[in-house]
């Protein structure tokens, strides 16, 4: 099998839980931000299979491995927490982009480095699907000369079989190339539009959503 190039970067974000479906509806058609310009808006409907091991050991590791698919296309996705200050977390992204998707068959593709890197991480234990999560996403990107904020606008579904198990809304404010100091005028900026009431800062990810709402179902793993 070919291996196919890698991209990696250190991703530095923070997460917004949003408080009502009003302001949800409105970042959803968020183009004026006070001190930025507008550069771009797009939509997409993402599906993410988290893989692990039966023991988490990914997860324990603050690591995750996903199969993203986007409409036809499919890209795999290492993530590693590097840390944390307040609510923005910096993350170890390198991903690979694959021209067809079997999850099941996770194993033949040890030659990508998102999996050397899980594999490392988890051992000899093997890797299988556990966990699906769907997310409708509303990317609106700003700038403030060429520092570029990204701002992704998500409603988020975890599925219980062919059943909604639960679902939220959050706003995922990633620093694409700003200074630090602009990163956070941004957030800030974002708070003071809609009130901090309707936007909670937050560091729990799509998939500690997902496995409290199966917990609560009593449900170990899903996918769908």
Same mark, same amino acid.
Request: with cysteine; aromatic share 6%.
């Given at each position: ?97 694959? *021209? ?17 890197? =899980?594999?490392?991480? *988890?051992?000899? =234990? ?51 190339? =700003? ?8 957030? =800030? ?8 009431? *309707? ?26």
């Amino acid at each position: 099998m070919s291996r196919p190039s890698a991209t990696r970067h250190i991703e530095q974000e923070a997460r917004f839980l949003i408080g009502n479906l009003g302001v949800y509806r409105a970042l959803t058609r968020l183009r004026t931000l006070e001190g930025f310009a507008f550069v771009k808006g797009k939509r997409e409907s993402q599906r993410n299979t988290y893989f692990d091991t039966s023991g988490w050991r990914l997860r324990r590791g603050g690591s995750v491995l996903k199969w993203r698919t986007v409409g036809r296309r499919h890209e795999l996705i290492f993530k590693q927490l590097l840390g944390h200050r307040d609510a923005v977390l910096r993350h170890r992204e390198v991903s690979v982009h694959l *021209a067809s998707v079997d999850p099941q068959r996770i194993a033949r593709l040890v030659t990508t480095e998102p999996v050397r890197l =899980a594999l490392r991480v *988890a051992g000899r =234990a093997p890797l299988k699907p556990l966990v699906t999560i769907r997310t409708d996403r509303r990317r609106r990107v700003f700038a403030v000369g060429r520092q570029r904020v990204e701002f992704d606008v998500d409603r988020v579904r975890v599925y219980d079989g062919s059943r909604i198990a639960g679902e939220r809304c959050e706003v995922e404010v990633e620093n694409l190339n =700003a200074r630090p100091q602009v990163f956070a005028e941004a957030m =800030a900026v974002l708070q003071r539009k809609y009130g901090r009431g *309707a936007l909670r800062a937050s560091t729990v990810s799509k998939l500690e959503f997902a496995l409290g709402v199966l917990r609560k179902r009593r449900r170990k793993l899903v996918t769908v």
